[in-house]
């Protein structure tokens, strides 16, 4: 009897993710999120670029400037995520800081703005873009960073955490 308690489903503890996996999850969720939400503000008309974006140096054809290369660049940037998740992860994991993901987030706009700027045809020179597209561009940046650099540091304190439990006080109540 107690052999058949052992063997039940519900008795048995789940093994957890290793942590880079939960890292990688975390980049994918993140780039599908704050893409979403980028291409939602392109719809709403606060920016003037579109998750399109990142497929036009590569794409041939007008299906990239519709519905599907939005779609199709919103996963793209979602894989893409997962690289700048890992790179989070192997840089600033052990800062449980929300300005290290601001700071992170605003890193990752200048990187695309200026650096990348001449790889993206769609993309213009900053002195171009209106005033909306530029606040709007970064503040979807500094959330992403946010989201990225917070939910790693926090899977990073918890691994920590239970790896080394704290003992409990033996203060007199």
């Known amino acids: 009897m107690e052999s058949e308690q ?8 789940e093994t957890p993710l290793p942590l880079v996996t939960k890292v ?8 599908l999120l704050w893409s979403s939400i980028s291409y939602l503000a392109y719809i709403l008309n606060f920016t003037e670029l579109s998750p399109n974006l990142v497929l036009l140096p590569w794409a041939i054809g007008d299906w990239k400037n519709q519905v599907l290369g939005n779609v199709i660049g919103i996963i793209v940037i979602g894989l893409l995520s997962i690289l700048t998740a890992l790179l989070y992860y192997g840089l600033f994991k052990k800062y449980d800081n929300l300005w290290v993901g601001i700071l992170y987030g605003v890193g990752l ?4 703005f200026y650096l990348f700027n001449p790889i993206f045809p769609g993309l213009k020179d900053m002195n171009e873009l209106s005033r909306n597209t530029v606040i709007t561009t970064i ?15 926090f899977e990073v304190n918890e691994l920590n955490d ?12």
């Open 6 to 13: 052992q063997t039940l489903e519900q008795n048995q503890k």
């Open 24 to 31: 990688i999850v975390i980049g994918l969720c993140g780039g």
């Open 109 to 112: 706009w200048l990187l695309v």
């Open 139 to 153: 503040c979807v940046y500094i959330l992403y960073g946010v989201f990225i650099g917070y939910s790693i540091s």
């Open 162 to 173: 239970q790896s080394h439990p704290q003992q409990p006080s033996t203060e007199n109540e």
